[in-house]
């Protein structure tokens, strides 16, 4: 692998030095600003490059921030650990008994919410504590790493196919429906047969589907089942969790109505019920796959126009809420998906906003004249 190692430098070569060792001592390669060559493009670019083309980044935090004069505010360690978590590749090392800037404090505390997971490395105080924490968190790291691989193409016809197909000429009047599916790999048991048939797990997923977090009403009559090995739990409004063994979810979110006769989309809705799809996803994935057997995800989603016509903002809305002009693509079917298709697993925590923006874009694409 192509390992780089982000921190400060001035002052902190003896512990650079020794993660160094720690990489190569696994016959890892060394990726590292002291040798990148002279070049046209700033330091920063090529930094940034460093990290994208890496495999794995190693990140080192002592008591210095660094300099921040940058355009961001943000020193070069900070704006490659940003880089980093958005591909899900990075482990962390802090170190103990010192005492951290203001600026490194606040730095620390937004590595340690972003959850790196199993990957993440222990704390340390002297270079020879880094030394044996990086192998022994690069070690379990290549073991995790040595599974099946992902195999994107079949998590995209997973994904396809979770999201239902609805029944041209069909009128339902339970109102729009978010369909978000999500699809994970390498593909393995999640979830054992005899556990999915569990009543306490039903019950366990109910719970968390009617709290103030989750998407079902408790007012609602909710009915558990069992279908193909999947379990489904869904309430006569529409809204629905799916899940299988291998982990693979469908989750169909109600979309708040407009009001006033004539009953668009509203764009806003539409957003919150994708941040409730994603927020729900991610807190399922961690309740069921807590040592992140999955480490990619695929996703999917479609929306289900019953009684619903055309696109518009809130705003459109309040401004003209009894005439609309409708255009549909009628020319697109099946779902939506990102481009690329697979994300790392964990960018439904950290980056859940800008998913959010991207496959509302799509949406809008689609259902908007």
Same mark, same amino acid.
């Given at each position: 692998?192509?390992?780089?190692?982000?921190?400060?430098?001035?002052?902190?070569?003896?512990?650079?030095?020794?993660?160094?060792?720690?990489?190569?001592?696994?016959?890892?390669?060394?990726?590292?600003?002291?040798?990148?060559?002279?070049?046209?493009?700033?330091?920063?670019?090529?930094?940034?490059?460093?990290?994208?083309?890496?495999?794995?980044?190693?990140?080192?935090?002592?008591?210095?921030?660094?300099?921040?004069?940058?355009?961001?505010?943000?020193?070069?360690?900070?704006?490659?650990?940003?880089?980093?978590?958005?591909?899900?590749?990075?482990?962390?090392?802090?170190?103990?008994?010192?005492?951290?800037?203001?600026?490194?404090?606040?730095?620390?505390?937004?590595?340690?919410?972003?959850?790196?997971?199993?990957?993440?490395?222990?704390?340390?105080?002297?270079?020879?504590?880094?030394?044996?924490?990086?192998?022994?968190?690069?070690?379990?790291?290549?073991?995790?790493?040595?599974?099946?691989?992902?195999?994107?193409?079949?998590?995209?016809?997973?994904?396809?196919?979770?999201?239902?197909?609805?029944?041209?000429?069909?009128?339902?009047?339970?109102?729009?429906?978010?369909?978000?599916?999500?699809?994970?790999?390498?593909?393995?048991?999640?979830?054992?047969?005899?556990?999915?048939?569990?009543?306490? *797990?039903?019950?366990?997923? &109910? /719970?968390?589907?009617?709290?103030? @977090? %989750?998407? $079902?009403?408790? #007012?609602?009559?909710? +009915?558990?089942?069992?279908?193909?090995?999947?379990?489904?739990?869904?309430?006569?409004?529409?809204?629905?969790?799916?899940?299988?063994?291998?982990?693979?979810?469908?989750?169909?979110?109600?979309?708040?109505?407009?009001?006033?006769?004539?009953?668009?989309?509203?764009?806003?809705?539409?957003?919150?019920?994708?941040?409730?799809?994603?927020?729900?996803?991610?807190?399922?994935?961690?309740?069921?796959?807590?040592?992140?057997? *999955?480490?990619?995800?695929? &996703? /999917?989603?479609?929306?289900?126009? @019953? %009684?619903? $016509?055309?696109? #518009?903002?809130?705003? +459109?809305?309040?401004?003209?809420?009894?005439?609309?002009?409708?255009?549909?693509?009628?020319?697109?079917?099946?779902?939506?998906?990102?481009?690329?298709?697979?994300?790392?697993?964990?960018?439904?925590?950290?980056?859940?906003?800008?998913?959010?923006?991207?496959?509302?874009?799509?949406?809008?694409?689609?259902?908007?004249?």
């Amino acid at each position: 692998m192509k390992i780089f190692v982000s921190s400060v430098m001035n002052g902190f070569q003896e512990f650079r030095e020794a993660a160094f060792a720690a990489i190569r001592s696994l016959d890892h390669d060394v990726v590292r600003a002291e040798d990148f060559p002279a070049s046209t493009t700033s330091s920063r670019v090529a930094c940034l490059q460093g990290v994208r083309e890496a495999d794995l980044v190693v990140l080192i935090l002592g008591e210095r921030y660094g300099w921040s004069e940058t355009h961001s505010g943000l020193s070069p360690t900070h704006e490659e650990f940003r880089e980093a978590v958005n591909e899900g590749k990075v482990i962390s090392f802090v170190q103990t008994g010192v005492t951290c800037e203001p600026a490194q404090q606040a730095f620390v505390e937004e590595v340690e919410n972003y959850d790196t997971g199993m990957h993440r490395g222990r704390n340390f105080v002297t270079p020879e504590d880094l030394r044996t924490e990086v192998t022994r968190a690069l070690a379990r790291h290549q073991l995790s790493a040595a599974t099946a691989p992902v195999d994107v193409t079949m998590m995209v016809d997973v994904a396809r196919r979770l999201i239902p197909d609805e029944e041209r000429g069909l009128v339902r009047m339970t109102g729009p429906l978010l369909h978000l599916a999500i699809a994970g790999g390498p593909t393995q048991t999640i979830i054992r047969p005899s556990e999915i048939e569990d009543n306490a *797990l039903m019950d366990g997923i &109910i /719970a968390d589907l009617s709290a103030p @977090s %989750g998407y $079902f009403s408790y #007012r609602r009559r909710t +009915e558990p089942r069992l279908e193909n090995g999947a379990l489904l739990i869904e309430q006569e409004n529409g809204a629905m969790f799916r899940i299988d063994e291998a982990g693979a979810m469908l989750l169909s979110v109600p979309i708040e109505q407009a009001s006033g006769h004539i009953q668009p989309l509203i764009e806003e809705n539409v957003s919150v019920a994708i941040e409730k799809a994603f927020s729900f996803a991610d807190r399922m994935l961690e309740k069921f796959d807590r040592t992140q057997k *999955l480490t990619r995800i695929v &996703i /999917a989603a479609d929306i289900r126009m @019953s %009684g619903v $016509f055309g696109w #518009r903002t809130a705003r +459109e809305q309040a401004a003209s809420p009894d005439s609309i002009q409708v255009g549909m693509n009628s020319s697109a079917s099946g779902p939506v998906m990102l481009n690329p298709p697979d994300r790392t697993r964990m960018a439904l925590r950290v980056e859940h906003t800008r998913l959010t923006e991207d496959l509302l874009a799509l949406l809008r694409r689609r259902y908007r004249s």
